[in-house]
């Protein structure tokens, strides 16, 4: 049998496995409960938060002939084996991408006047619906506004102020979360109990960090590790190796090092930053810098996921709030670290080459990160 990638083996399939959206999970129940289930729905949030899933799983749990007292499907059923097989004509995925046009949403207003051949619904699931053009969305707003009893839309996206207010108007809209670290974290360390392979939970944190908020990533760069480790314990180095970053301990040592204006203890210890890829040079210092400021104005405990020292990350806190610069004569090349409102790190070399890496404390993303991460100065 064909092996089958971590994000697709454990894809929820009911709302108690759906991971970080109770809110919206609650709500849904609710509405069957009540029987005030919409037309149509909006679904909105970044990669990897459960949209698609969820839209799934609620599709299922409104034809299920025998749910359970709690609004999940039993996915024992024939409805729900059509459906979980793929080969239900009552449950329509539809990319947006790639059926972008008016003429896939014609095919969709003809389709919609038949009933449901099982079950009480036909439910249409469109995946990133912003995708869609002018004229396909233009088609699509008299069926939205009042399909028939038996037809409920799921539309899907990952970038919502693309989706036109006509369309907003007509959907009930359910902004799903980025999934918290701590949370990714205890799901990923469930997971891998049962896959029966073994990671310390320092090394589970870090890949539920660079998940950024998406758990179908973080299983994605976990499958990555657990493949290139196979058969070994999976630990905090090990992910650093394969995932090309680098220890926080070095972005201390150069605090240190900017604060005594120790300018060749600075440039060893860029030399030594010198191998990673400056992508991986700029996040792991962004993500050094978050932590430090959280341990050094926030929740210690969180800030020290990755740094088993929380005291040497307020002194770097305290050393990035203020303006730096060590600049070594001889060859010309200095290291700076500058404050107000920004962190901006900048490695110059002997000929002006370098990285600048810049965080912007409050989120804004108007720093030079979100121009691109990466500036050559």
Do not use: W
């Not at 929380?310 to 010309?332: G, L, P």
């Not at 901006?344 to 912007?360: L, R, V």
Request: charged share 25%; glycine share 6%; net charge neutral.
């Amino acid at each position: 049998m064909a092996y089958t990638a971590l994000y697709r083996k454990f894809r929820p399939q009911t709302f108690e496995s759906v991971i970080g959206q109770e809110h919206i999970v609650r709500t849904l129940k609710n509405q069957m409960k009540t029987g005030r289930v919409s037309h149509a729905y909006l679904f909105c949030g970044t990669r990897g938060t459960g949209k698609t899933s969820t839209a799934k799983i609620f599709a299922r749990a409104i034809n299920c002939t025998n749910p359970t007292a709690d609004g999940e499907p039993c996915n024992e059923c024939a409805v729900c084996k059509d459906i979980l097989a793929g080969r239900s004509v009552n449950v329509i995925e539809i990319d947006a991408a790639s059926n972008n046009g008016v003429d896939n949403i014609r095919e969709i207003r003809e389709e919609v006047k038949y009933p449901p051949t099982q079950g009480k619904y036909k439910v249409y699931i469109i995946d990133e619906v912003h995708m869609l053009s002018a004229a396909a969305f233009n088609a699509l707003l008299k069926t939205l506004e009042e399909p028939p009893a038996h037809v409920i839309f799921i539309l899907a996206t990952t970038d919502p102020q693309k989706v036109p207010a006509t369309i907003l108007s007509r959907v009930q809209r359910f902004d799903f979360r980025r999934i918290t670290t701590e949370t990714i974290a205890q799901t990923l360390m469930g997971y891998l109990k049962e896959e029966g392979q073994q990671a310390t939970p320092e090394a589970v944190r870090y890949v539920a960090h660079l998940g950024d908020g998406s758990m179908r990533d973080s299983l994605s760069i976990l499958d990555q590790c657990l493949a290139f480790f196979s058969g070994e314990e999976v630990t905090l180095e090990k992910v650093l190796d394969i995932m090309g970053a680098v220890d926080q301990t070095i972005f201390f040592e150069m605090t240190d090092a900017l604060a005594k204006r120790d300018a060749k203890e600075a440039m060893l210890l860029v030399e030594q930053m010198m191998p990673v890829l400056p992508i991986v040079r700029c996040q792991s210092f962004e993500q050094a810098v978050e932590d430090a400021v959280v341990a050094e104005h926030g929740n210690r405990h969180t800030a020290s996921i990755f740094s088993k020292d929380v005291d040497h990350m307020t002194r770097f806190a305290r050393v990035i709030e203020t303006t730096i610069y060590v600049k070594n004569s001889a060859t010309k090349a200095g290291v700076g670290i500058g404050g107000e409102g920004h962190c901006t790190m900048t490695i110059a070399g002997p000929t002006g080459e370098g990285i600048t890496c810049a965080k912007s404390f409050c989120r804004r993303r108007r720093c030079m990160l979100a121009e691109g991460g990466l500036r050559i100065i």
